[in-house]
Structures are given as C-alpha cells and as structure tokens.
C-alpha cells in the first residue's frame, strides 16, 4: 500500500510531457532538459501536510520517486532534496515535517543543523578570497596568521590545510567544559598553538577542526569571521538564505530540530578496533581507534545540539554547525558545476574552478581509512552505482550533503533533520547515496537519450 501510495504523490508531482521537435543529438536533449518544460509545479493547496511538493523534471523521477519513500506520513521528520542541470532548476521538492509533533510542514526554505557539509560552503569562501588575490593556495598559512607558525607548522601550506594534511585532526585536550566548545576565537588561537601529529604521505580528516582553521587563516585575512563571512561572500551574491553558519539573521521561525541520535561521544565506540582491523586491511598498523577518537570524539557535542533552540546555533563551528537547506546547497555547487557562474551572477573564476577540481591525494585518509581523493576542500561524491570521479563535494553526519559535477553541469543539493541509528563519519546513511546515484543515472540518460530505471 506504500509504495502505491508513494507512486500516486509522485504522479502528482511530476507530469510528463512528450519530448521536443525538431531536437536531436545529446548536447540538444540536455538543453531540453533544462528550457522546455523543465519544471511542473504543485499548487493544489488540498495536499495533506507533510505531502511530497514543489516541482521537477521528469527525467528525475526516479529520483524523487524514492525521496518520496523516505518522508512518507510515517516518518518522523523531513527533508528537501534540489538539483540543477547547467545552473538551471529540475528538482526541487521537499516533504515530511520540521517538528517532532508532526505540525509544521517541511518548506522549500526549511533550514537544519548539516555538520560536515558546512565544510564544502566554508571552503568555498576561502576559494572566493583566493580568487581575489587574497589569499595564494601556495603559501604557508603562517604567512596571513602568524602564531600559526609554531610548533613544526611554519610550512604548511594553505592548500594542505585545505586538503586535510594540515597533521592539526586531534581534539584531544582542546575542551574542558562545553562551554569552550562555544568559545570559536579560543578555539582557533588553541588550534593554531598546537603542535602537528604528521602521518607522511597520507591525509588526516580534520572532522571538527577543520572549519575553525579555515575561520582562524579568513579572520586573519579579513577581519571578518566565518559567518560574516559565508553572508557576504555566498548567501547575498546568491541571493539566497539557505547558508548560514549558526544561527540566521532570522532566527529560529525556519529551522528544523534534529530528531534521532546526535553524534556519538563515548570515548570508545564498541567493536570499532575489531572492525576496523578487518575491514581496513591496508592501515592495519595505523592506530585507526585513537586517530578516529581523536578527530571524532567531542565532549559535551551533544548537549549542545540539543532541543528545540539548540546551543551549538550561538557559536561560529563551520564544521558542524551550518544551517543549510537544498536549494541553497544545489546552487552554490551549481557555480563549481559551471565555471564559477549561475545565473549571471559569477563568484569564481574559471581558473579557481579548475585549481578546486584537482584532486590533491588518493592516498588513504589514516582517520576514516578510505580513499577520499581530497580536492581543496572537498571529497569525491558518493554514490550508489557511481564509479566515476568527476563529482565531489561534502557530505555530513545525518545524511546530509552537497556536489558539483563540472563533467555534466550537474549540482546537488539534500537535507534532512531526521537521523538514522547508522551512521557514517562522512556521508551519513545510505539516503544520500541512493539519491546521488538516481540523480547521476538520471543525467547520464538524458545525456545518452536512453530511460531511467
């Protein structure tokens, strides 16, 4: 009855249309794509709350389809899921609810706490200072921050520490009480004290440090912090008020509490030893246990994500704490998808999207014990069925994530405030790789002219 159910929502969403004339060829069935037809819209106000809504193109249909299927009525949150083809618009749907009572809707400008995809928008902000010559990828970071350079770290580079070489992963002894979790310039000025724990030849994810090295190295730089910063260099170019670094000039109104289990903070996750042992056969004799902890576990984390109106919202974490919704996900990686420009408006040049795009290591990354294949910032995208290399961006714990694919145009954009029990460090839940892949079998159908399946 489900999947009835879901199919006859889905049908209201999307109605198909019959293709062009006169238009052959891939390149012109992409432009189909994106200029005939690309979007139907819902607006029949009877729809039940929570119900699928908003608009996409029917070649993307079984990817909504199965967004349909995971905010059903018996879901206990929501979530919204955007893309874009050559910086146009072809989903943009969003269901379920924003509140554990199941009375307020989830809308297209919903917002939610998203963890470590709020490093893909931070790095974008330091690509956009680089594109203006304020910053150079080659130079040591000591160089715009100077009590950086202690303790061994005088010659890392901005493009190491972009790409997680920076040896700077641990949290060990960097809180006391959860209240210096709240305390962002403490925090970077400790950071930036700390001595490097080098791992030569390999990456090290920097899962919770990573956004405050990037604030120190652009508040050093600008004077402005991570949040001032992601407004004036992204939200208002964009024209959008989906990226945010804690709370929003708004307020709470539009955003969607965590509902499930927040991040683990136990120090010592059962069977992680055993299984990592087995599973990582290449890093056996790296102490994957202690640098996974070390770069994972945080104390009072939990507390502070919290309730209806939570703590970590009143600090700058661009790690974690970024409040994101999906179309402001799919249009921003819409600018690294299309040489730095959607809809006329240009936030980085052509050379800048080339320089992000290179992967930087296809080494093993000694803190998760896969290969990343880190660019600038950014990971390779995950997704189910996908083999190829060409999309990368950033997922987060809950599932949550955003990419850009320059080989297609493509951009991608989901959000949920509904945690599943399994999650990954980076990435999440299946969701997101399920949907990734709908989305890139989709695009490579069109491309083809053959069907989706």
Not at 191 to 213: F, K, M, Q, S, V
Not at 264 to 282: G, H, N, Q, W
Not at 318 to 330: E, F, I, R, Y
Not at 391 to 410: I, M, N, Q, R, V
Request: net charge positive; aromatic share 8%.
């Amino acid at each position: 009855m489900r999947d009835c159910h879901d199919r006859e929502r889905t049908s209201r969403l999307i109605r198909l249309t019959s293709k062009s004339e006169g238009v052959s060829g891939p390149r012109s069935r992409m432009a189909v794509a994106i200029s005939v037809g690309q979007a139907h819209q819902v607006t029949n106000p009877q729809l039940p709350l929570g119900a699928l809504n908003g608009y996409a193109h029917p070649i993307f249909a079984p990817a909504v389809s199965y967004f349909g299927q995971l905010f059903n009525p018996g879901s206990r949150g929501g979530g919204a899921l955007a893309v874009r083809l050559h910086g146009r618009p072809v989903v943009d749907v969003w269901a379920g609810f924003a509140d554990r009572r199941l009375s307020q809707p989830w809308e297209r400008d919903t917002v939610t706490i998203c963890f470590s995809t709020t490093k893909g928008v931070a790095s974008t902000v330091i690509h956009r200072l680089a594109d203006r010559g304020l910053v150079d990828y080659e130079a040591p970071v000591a160089s715009y921050w100077p009590e950086f350079g202690v303790a061994g770290k005088q010659a890392i580079t901005v493009r190491q520490l972009l790409s997680h070489h920076a040896d700077l992963h641990s949290m060990t002894d960097l809180v006391d009480r959860p209240e210096d979790l709240l305390d962002h310039i403490a925090l970077e000025d400790r950071l930036a004290a700390r001595p490097p724990d080098p791992w030569p030849g390999h990456p090290g994810y920097h899962a919770i440090t990573y956004g405050w090295l990037l604030a120190g190295l652009a508040r050093r730089v600008t004077g402005l912090g991570m949040a001032d910063l992601v407004r004036a260099e992204l939200a208002r170019p964009l024209d959008t008020d989906g990226l945010c670094i804690g709370m929003p000039p708004d307020g709470f109104h539009r955003f969607a509490p965590l509902i499930g289990r927040t991040p683990p903070v136990r120090p010592r996750p059962r069977l992680f030893a055993s299984v990592s042992a087995r599973f990582m056969p290449r890093l056996r004799k790296v102490d994957l246990t202690r640098l996974f902890l070390e770069a994972l576990y945080v104390p009072y984390l939990d507390q502070l994500l919290a309730g209806p109106s939570p703590l970590v919202l009143s600090t700058e974490m661009p790690s974690v704490n970024g409040l994101l919704s999906a179309h402001s996900l799919a249009k921003l990686y819409a600018i690294i998808a299309n040489d730095g420009e959607v809809e006329g408006v240009r936030l980085l040049s052509p050379e800048t999207v080339a320089a992000l795009s290179q992967v930087q290591t296809r080494a093993h990354d000694v803190v998760i014990g896969l290969r990343m294949n880190w660019r600038m910032g950014y990971h390779r995208a995950g997704a189910q069925g996908y083999r190829g290399d060409s999309a990368f961006g950033h997922y987060g714990f809950g599932g949550t994530g955003g990419w850009a694919d320059p080989a297609t145009g493509l951009s991608f954009g989901f959000v949920t405030n509904e945690l599943k029990l399994i999650q990954a460090p980076v990435g999440g839940d299946r969701r997101i790789f399920r949907l990734a892949g709908l989305v890139l079998r989709s695009a490579r159908a069109l491309h083809s002219g053959g069907e989706v399946r």
